[in-house]
């Protein structure tokens, strides 16, 4: 009877079922996997070798668009940790970081200048892991460029930009200069005084340029300073322009290694007698399926673990200065620091240099005239305008320029020796691009910006709020070996009843330090006649505020000078241990 | 174990650990997003102070305590109880201030108490950049919590601190004419070394070695008496007519003239 029902219905007999339903399951497995069976799965996870004949694994390459996209196989000998150090694959893992994270940021954002600066807040304040992705766009952004510039000297110094990667190369530096733009544009973002005055700063080159300069600036700004339209300029090429080149780009990049000439085989392995055993293993397939695919999976759990280490122990941390003010100049404006070169390259002014040399020649020839280049050459245009451009068509030309054939470091010493010094040049450039180099700030402006300067922490900021105890604290007079004996406070209201701190240690030693400068200036010439003191006074039930203020007679013109610098203290104020 | 292997379990494990980091980020989330809020709130107050001691102490006096005849104390009682009342606002008290602050005045709710009353003295500008002032409404959204501060001490809640200013000694007529200096808010205007910083008016160190000598046959209490009084009848060189309120006279009790003139004479 039910075997009757059975034949009707055409449902297999029970030993039959278990192979069937298998049979399904297999199916669909296939389909998920682009072509490969339970079987071969569970091989491919094992890394045992394929179950059957022809190779399922290839199949997959053919039937599934990501898998289409990479090489069947790479030679072993390409795929060597030494060779690669899998810099592009880093580069375009943070990419990748890039979009996913700042497709969401997006969302929270708001690119106009009333509230681009509060969405952030709202992003660190109100978002659920707000903070945390915004850390991992910026750290993702800074990793981003550490290992396009790691990646292009590694292309460099193997010499794998040669024939037939040479436009491989080019669309790489192009990529190169993408993710710097990239990097700058995503800077203004946030609206803070760093973001708005590193990027007016930046845009300003533009503005020397001849004929076309104050057009280009205006372009970029979309007003004579940076406002509504500079943001939504700014942003858009952040978020849509950019995004969608470097896409386009990385596809060229990534088809030409993929599909035209593999990643290169190091130039020992290329150019050096190899002893048979040697050979085969060099050329040993090293298929996508499972090798390079569990290989990469496993590079990017590395990834992702690595930058959520650095967060979680906040060994990093995106800035967020004080809402951009227009009307304030901040004293030093911090470029992001990979173009620390770039404006290391600003602060030498060529004229000022030929004029140095050649003048004091005509004067020992009593010539009666004086070179006077200054007036000609304006030094921001050239070391703004004219050397960066320069500097990038010689790294576009470099496959058109180094016409030797060999790819071994020692059969090409000019190259390598090239390659090292412009790294010594691009850091040494760096050094002098850094806020602090070649900039003189008179004495007692550096001595009250060293201890709490306009943004971020500083000693000053770092007292803890029940130390600060009103009262004038008088530059050279004598205070006991604490400015309030009869204050203590318990550092932690709601800890340890016995921790109690006794006077006001840190004040004390911020005052001790705040004197010591100033009299040493004093001692040098540097402030004569010098009047100065730290001013503490309550402003609110906890709101504290504190002068630090300077008057001395100027060396030179012998007029009363004073610095002095208001700084608002809450007792909330966020308070790194 | 082969490399496919090795790799598989590490990856496994490294997921695993950043999947751990990320629970355990997600518990801190919480108390995270409230204290950046609080910390956010006190970098708020700190960024409103200095705003308000650049643009508003002007009028509203050093410490918002208001001056006479010009514009209100924006730390007492009344400000935070029954202002709202008295205008009609329906909604809280910082968007009030946000809301003022931004358009300023344009006609004195108070023109018996405070300046609007002639024509001649200013009611509170526009500060909002939207309508021509200086300030952005950041800084007036920093201004407005900066005031709101002040709600505890203004409602008794916590005592009054003691601000820096030294004390005065309310036994003599000096003493007590050092603190209606600092009361009637001559000081948001006048600067007294180590009493006040205005820079409205002219400073006022040295005033009695000097007073005697200004106006020909005013002695130098005359003079001081008349300045307080009909500000207009002599004014220093270099100072506009009609910034000093001529409200004093009868704002102030004739006790508490005597003795400011008094501490005033102090001035050498």
């Known amino acids: 009877m039910l075997n009757a029902l059975r034949r009707r219905l055409n449902i297999p007999p029970r030993d039959q079922w278990r192979a069937a339903i298998a049979k399904i399951i297999d199916d669909r497995v296939r389909i998920i996997t682009a072509g490969l069976s339970i079987r071969e799965l569970r091989a491919v996870m094992r890394g045992d070798p394929p179950t059957e004949k022809p190779n399922p694994r290839y199949k997959v390459i053919t039937t599934s668009f990501v898998a289409h996209l990479r090489p069947r196989y790479y030679p072993k000998a390409s795929t060597w940790f030494t060779h690669t150090y899998r810099l592009g694959f880093f580069t375009t893992f943070f990419f990748i970081v890039e979009v996913i994270t700042g497709v969401i940021l997006m969302v929270y954002y708001i690119p106009f200048p009333d509230q681009a600066y509060e969405s952030i807040l709202v992003i660190e304040s109100n978002v659920f892991f707000g903070e945390l992705l915004r850390d991992l766009h910026r750290l993702g952004a800074e990793a981003m460029v550490i290992f396009s510039w790691l990646h292009l000297l590694r292309t460099y110094f193997t010499g794998s930009y040669k024939g037939p990667r040479t436009f491989t190369w080019l669309t790489g530096v192009i990529l190169l200069l993408i993710t710097a733009w990239l990097s700058f544009t995503g800077y203004l973002l946030p609206w803070d005084q760093l973001a708005y005055w590193a990027v007016t700063v930046g845009t300003s080159i533009t503005e020397s340029g001849p004929v076309v300069g104050p057009a280009l600036n205006l372009l970029m700004r979309g007003a004579p300073d940076i406002g509504t339209g500079g943001l939504l300029r700014f942003y858009l090429q952040h978020v849509i322009l950019f995004p969608l080149l470097a896409i386009a780009l990385i596809s060229i990049h990534y088809y030409k290694v993929s599909r035209e000439h593999s990643i290169s085989l190091p130039a020992v392995v290329e150019e050096t007698e190899r002893t048979p055993d040697q050979k085969k293993e060099d050329n040993r397939r090293i298929d996508l399926i499972p090798d390079l695919l569990s290989h990469e999976v496993f590079l990017v759990s590395l990834g992702i673990f690595i930058m959520l280490v650095i ?113 010594f040049i691009v850091i040494a450039l760096s050094f002098m691009g850094t806020p602090q180099f070649g900039i003189e700030t008179p004495p007692a402006t550096r001595i009250i910006q060293d201890l709490a300067p306009e943004e971020g922490e500083g000693a000053l900021r770092l007292i803890p709020y029940q130390e600060l105890q009103q009262g004038i604290y008088v530059v050279g007079e004598e205070y006991g070996p604490d400015l309030c004996p009869t204050l203590s406070y318990q550092p932690d209201p709601e800890g340890d009843v016995n921790n109690v701190v006794v006077g006001c240690p840190n004040l004390t030693a911020v005052f001790r330090e705040f004197s010591e400068k100033l009299l040493a200036a004093e001692a040098e010439g540097e402030l004569p006649d010098l009047n100065a003191n730290i001013t503490v006074e309550q402003v609110q039930y906890n709101l504290k505020r504190v002068t630090p203020q300077v008057e001395w007679t100027d060396p030179e013109s012998g007029e009363t000078k004073t610095y002095e610098h208001t700084y608002y203290l809450h007792q909330d104020r966020p308070h790194e241990e | 174990m082969k490399r496919v292997q090795l790799e598989i379990v590490f990856g496994t494990i490294l997921v695993l650990l950043s999947t751990a980091i990320v629970v355990i980020l997600g518990i801190q989330e919480p108390q995270r997003m409230a204290d950046f809020e609080v910390q956010q709130r006190a970098e708020l107050i700190e960024f409103g102070a200095s705003v308000f001691t650049i643009n508003c102490t002007r009028c509203h006096g050093s410490q918002a305590q208001g001056i006479t005849g010009i514009a209100p104390s924006l730390r007492d009682e009344y400000f935070f109880t029954q202002r709202l009342e008295e205008v009609g606002w329906q909604g809280g008290l910082e968007n009030y201030i946000v809301s003022v602050v931004t358009t300023g005045r344009q006609v004195s709710t108070r023109p018996d108490q405070y300046a609007g009353a002639t024509g001649t003295s200013p009611v509170m500008p526009t500060w909002s950049e939207r309508f021509g002032g200086p300030l952005r409404d950041d800084q007036i959204r920093a201004v407005a919590a900066f005031i709101m501060n002040f709600e505890p001490y203004a409602l008794g809640q916590i005592p009054t601190v003691e601000p820096l200013v030294p004390l005065a000694d309310e036994s003599t007529p000096e003493g007590r004419g050092q603190a209606v200096f600092v009361q009637a808010g001559c000081n948001a205007c006048h600067t007294i070394s180590g009493l006040s910083t205005g820079n409205i008016g002219p400073v006022l160190d040295g005033l009695a070695s000097r007073a005697g000598d200004t106006v020909s046959g005013l002695t130098a209490e005359e003079y001081i008496r008349q300045s307080i009084v009909e500000p207009s009848a002599y004014v220093v060189e270099g100072f506009a007519d009609g910034l000093m309120p001529q409200t004093f006279g009868t704002t102030l009790t004739e006790e508490q003239i005597n003795d400011l003139v008094a501490f005033l004479l102090t001035l050498q």
Do not use: C
């Open chain 1, 311 to 423: 967060l979680y122990f906040r060994w990093f941390a995106s800035p967020l200065e004080t809402h951009a003010n227009p009307q304030q100049t901040p004293l030093d404006t911090k470029a992001p620091w990979y173009f620390w070169w770039l404006q290391g390259l600003l602060k030498i002014d060529p004229a000022a240099i030929i004029e140095g040399m050649v003048n004091p020649i005509f004067e020992t020839f009593r010539l009666g005239f004086r070179l006077e280049l200054s007036k000609l050459l304006n030094s921001k245009f050239i070391m703004g305008l004219i050397v960066p451009p320069t500097l990038i068509i010689i790294l576009l030309a470099i496959p058109y320029i180094d016409r030797n054939p060999s790819r071994l470091a020692r059969k090409r010493p000019f190259a390598i020796m090239w390659g090292i010094a412009w790294v």
